[in-house]
C-alpha cells in the first residue's frame, strides 16, 4: 500500500538529503530491498564519513582511501550504524544510486526496483546485536508501504553484483536476520 501522496521519509529517523538521487522510472513497482556494508575508512567506526560520501562531500585528503572515492556519486536509502542509530539519506520512493551494475532474478538495474539499506560494518567485523533489532524493525516497516518486497526478495549486495562486489559479507548472520524477522511478523 504505497502511499500515493506519502514523501517517502521516514519517521524517527535522522534525515540528511542526498543530492546522489533520481525518479524512478514510471510505473516501476518496488520490490526488492538490498542489503550492504559500508566503512569509511575500511574497517573504522563512527565518524562523519558515511554521511560526507552521500553528499559528496568527502575530502581527499582526510585518508589515503579517500583519494580513490571521494568523486563517487552514490547514496543508499537508508544506513544503520553500529549503536543502531537510523539515518536516511534518500525517499524511499525515489531511486537512491546504491546497486550499480546489478541483476536479480533476471531483471538488471536494482537500484530502479529496489530499497537499499547500508549497515555500517564490514565483511569481516560482525554486525551488532543492535543493528540486527533495528534492520529488522525497518524492514517490516517498510513492508507495510511496499507488501510486493516479502522476505524472499531480500538479497545481499553480493547477490546481485557477484563477482564485483561481497557485501554485506560473510559476517553477516542472515540466518539470524530471518529468526528476527518470524519474530516480528
Given at each position: 500500500m504505497s502511499l500515493p501522496n506519502w514523501s517517502g521519509w521516514l519517521?524517527?529517523?535522522?534525515?540528511?538529503?542526498?543530492?546522489n538521487q533520481d525518479d524512478r522510472p514510471e510505473?516501476?513497482?518496488i520490490d526488492l530491498l538490498v542489503i550492504?556494508?559500508?566503512?569509511?575508512?575500511?574497517?573504522?567506526?563512527?565518524?562523519p564519513w558515511i554521511d560526507r560520501l552521500f553528499l559528496n562531500q568527502l575530502p581527499p585528503d582526510a585518508h589515503?582511501?579517500?583519494?580513490?572515492?571521494?568523486?563517487?556519486?552514490?547514496?543508499?536509502?537508508?544506513?544503520?550504524?553500529?549503536?543502531?542509530?537510523?539515518?536516511?539519506y534518500v525517499p524511499?520512493?525515489?531511486?537512491?544510486?546504491?546497486?550499480?551494475?546489478?541483476?536479480?532474478?533476471?531483471?538488471e538495474c536494482c537500484n530502479d526496483y529496489s530499497i537499499g539499506i547500508e549497515l555500517e560494518g564490514s565483511d569481516t567485523t560482525p554486525y551488532t546485536a543492535s543493528q540486527y533489532?533495528?534492520?529488522?524493525?525497518?524492514?517490516?516497516?517498510?513492508?507495510?508501504?511496499?507488501?510486493?518486497?516479502?522476505?524472499?526478495?531480500?538479497?545481499g549486495h553480493s547477490d546481485?553484483?557477484?563477482?564485483?562486489k561481497t557485501d554485506p559479507g560473510p559476517a553477516f548472520d542472515w540466518d539470524y536476520l530471518k529468526r528476527l524477522l518470524a519474530q516480528n511478523h
Open positions: 519517521d524517527g529517523v535522522r534525515h540528511c538529503p542526498s543530492p510505473s516501476c513497482q550492504h556494508g559500508i566503512s569509511l575508512p575500511p574497517d573504522q567506526y563512527g565518524g589515503p582511501y579517500f583519494a580513490d572515492i571521494h568523486r563517487l556519486r552514490v547514496s543508499t536509502h537508508l544506513l544503520i550504524r553500529r549503536d543502531g542509530e537510523r539515518v536516511q524511499l520512493t525515489r531511486r537512491a544510486w546504491h546497486a550499480g551494475q546489478s541483476c536479480f532474478a533476471g531483471r533489532q533495528v534492520l529488522a524493525q525497518t524492514i517490516r516497516e517498510i513492508q507495510t508501504y511496499y507488501p510486493t518486497i516479502s522476505d524472499e526478495r531480500i538479497t546481485i553484483a557477484p563477482g564485483r
